[in-house]
């Protein structure tokens, strides 16, 4: 009886492994592009999933589960509920579902024996390039090879009597059809899949030569998908992630150097805010709006370019409005509307207007936990350099380009589609793999402190 018990225990193991690998391959590869359902997979899985893992945590790792957590599910309840998606009550419920069971489901991946971490990097990246496999011959065979090369001189067109860049689309597999999406959209798979490539530092191919061919034909899909194109800025997203994985290779165990770029991370992300509070000042008093506006070069920085053009409207809205905890699309202010279809390009500035300023301080607050978590996962967890390496890889490849070509209006012929980042598939499966490198670090520092 006792055997058959265990037998059944093993079994519901390997079908949980099983379901997990599915979701997130119906996930990445966007099938359906059905996000509700997704939500629902995750939900149905993740459930599945703790009820494999709970009794494998004892209390010292649900202290510090809770402590990394906490901040996500908060997040999730702005992020579900902001104003932008006031009245949706049905969807907002299953994205706070959707965003939680796929973080969760991640943490508890950790704790299921048949589940392996680095075939679920694969599959993800195997059903992300089969999608942007289908997705580039369309487009070749529509557009042709180096399109917007081609049309750099003449790239408008006019279609339904509006005007449209053909530099800036190109076709793509959404559900069953194709549409012409936003090449800042795809741009995102394309930096995600080149990112398989920095991991064939740390596989031999005379020893591994079938982990060595998938992992370099996954990123040479995305990596050739952005040079047809060609999305030659996509590919600057690519530096910071081939830096970080020949680092690790050559000088992870060098103190110095991971100290130096401790503070270097750390200056940097201070900048940022420095630099983010003088925006907001900027945007809401007067006198120091003049003293910027009065200075050539703070002039420049501050209101004189591309960049920071979005933001600076999406911030004076927020706060001259009031629009605090999001904005509201059913707003009768004209001011509000126009600003509501503004692209700012980043994902964190977008959280503002869908969800507020609050909303904004959560993601940062979880930005400074996950880099120190990050750091800690790469030193002592005991997965292997190329599921530590492709994981944190994968997470900061998504993360910097949607910081600067996050788009909120992909499809080009649909006037009035918004897709918001925190609602996205491509983010579901990111909260997975960030769940995956969440747990094993933390346990195992507590267990040492226990054994101290």
Not at 7 to 34: C, H, P, Q, R
Not at 43 to 69: G, H, N, P, R, T
Not at 213 to 241: D, E, T
Request: charged letters at 15%; proline letters at 2%.
């Amino acid at each position: 009886m006792t055997m058959k018990f265990i037998n059944k225990l093993k079994n519901l193991d390997s079908l949980t492994a099983f379901l997990i690998l599915e979701v997130l391959a119906v996930t990445s590869f966007s099938l359906g592009a059905v996000n509700a359902l997704f939500y629902c997979f995750g939900v149905v899985v993740s459930i599945f999933a703790v009820f494999q893992s709970y009794s494998k945590f004892d209390k010292s790792e649900f202290k510090s589960l809770m402590i990394f957590f906490v901040p996500m599910f908060v997040l999730s309840i702005f992020v579900s509920f902001g104003n932008l998606f006031k009245g949706q009550t049905l969807l907002n419920v299953l994205v706070l579902l959707g965003i939680n069971s796929f973080f969760i489901m991640g943490i508890s991946a950790n704790k299921i024996k048949s589940f392996n971490k680095e075939t679920c990097l694969i599959i993800i990246g195997v059903s992300m390039a089969l999608l942007v496999l289908i997705s580039m011959i369309y487009s070749w065979a529509n557009y042709g090879l180096f399109y917007a090369l081609i049309y750099k001189e003449t790239p408008i067109y006019y279609y339904d009597a509006n005007k449209y860049d053909i530099t800036k689309e190109g076709g793509w597999l959404m559900g069953f059809s194709m549409k012409e999406m936003s090449t800042l959209f795809t741009g995102a798979y394309g930096v995600i899949l080149s990112s398989y490539l920095t991991v064939l530092l740390f596989v031999n191919p005379k020893k591994e030569l079938k982990k060595f061919l998938i992992y370099l034909s996954v990123g040479l899909v995305g990596l050739i998908y952005l040079i047809s194109i060609p999305n030659l800025w996509a590919l600057v997203f690519i530096i910071p992630v081939i830096i970080f994985a020949a680092c690790y290779r050559f000088l992870k165990d060098n103190k110095i150097f991971v100290k130096t770029i401790k503070i270097v991370l750390l200056s940097i992300f201070c900048l940022l805010v420095i630099f983010f509070i003088l925006m907001i000042v900027n945007n809401i008093n007067s006198s120091f709006a003049e003293f910027i506006s009065s200075n050539v070069l703070l002039n420049r920085i501050f209101n004189g370019n591309r960049i920071v053009d979005g933001p600076n409207k999406i911030l004076k809205q927020a706060f001259i409005s009031y629009n605090l905890f999001g904005f509201n699309d059913s707003s009768l202010y004209y001011e509000t509307q126009q600003t509501i279809l503004v692209n700012t390009k980043m994902f964190e500035i977008e959280l503002i207007k869908e969800s507020g300023f609050f909303a904004f301080l959560i993601l940062l607050a979880m930005v400074v936990l996950y880099i120190v978590y990050g750091f800690n996962y790469l030193k002592k967890s005991e997965d292997s350099n190329v599921i530590k390496v492709l994981s944190i890889g994968i997470i900061l490849s998504y993360f910097i380009y949607s910081t600067f070509e996050n788009d909120i209006t992909p499809i080009v012929h649909e006037t009035g589609n918004y897709v918001s980042f925190f609602r996205s598939p491509l983010s579901m499966v990111m909260l997975f793999v960030l769940g995956t490198i969440f747990m094993p670090l933390f346990v195992k520092k507590e267990k040492k402190q226990n054994e101290k």
